[in-house]
């Protein structure tokens, strides 16, 4: 849910407030996954560009810190 230095590994992972969310049915991973999808749109629609050229955006801008 929240970015943390590396893709894929959110620094909500391994909190206690990450074990409450798992209690409630919310995996942080799925939590990202999906305020990433989010951000997509707003950039999309803030940058007047379409969503599918700001999600190859995203897409490319993880896999440079990927490569870190």
Not at 3 to 32: C, D, E, K
Request: zero cysteines; glycine letters at 6%.
């Amino acid at each position: 849910m929240f970015p943390g230095p590396f893709h894929g590994r959110p620094l909500l992972a391994h909190t206690a407030l990450a074990a409450a969310l798992r209690n409630l049915g919310v995996t942080p991973s799925r939590a990202h996954q999906a305020s990433s999808a989010a951000i997509i749109t707003v950039a999309a629609r803030l940058l007047g560009i379409a969503p599918t050229t700001a999600s190859t955006w995203h897409n490319l801008a993880a896999a440079s810190v990927r490569k870190r």
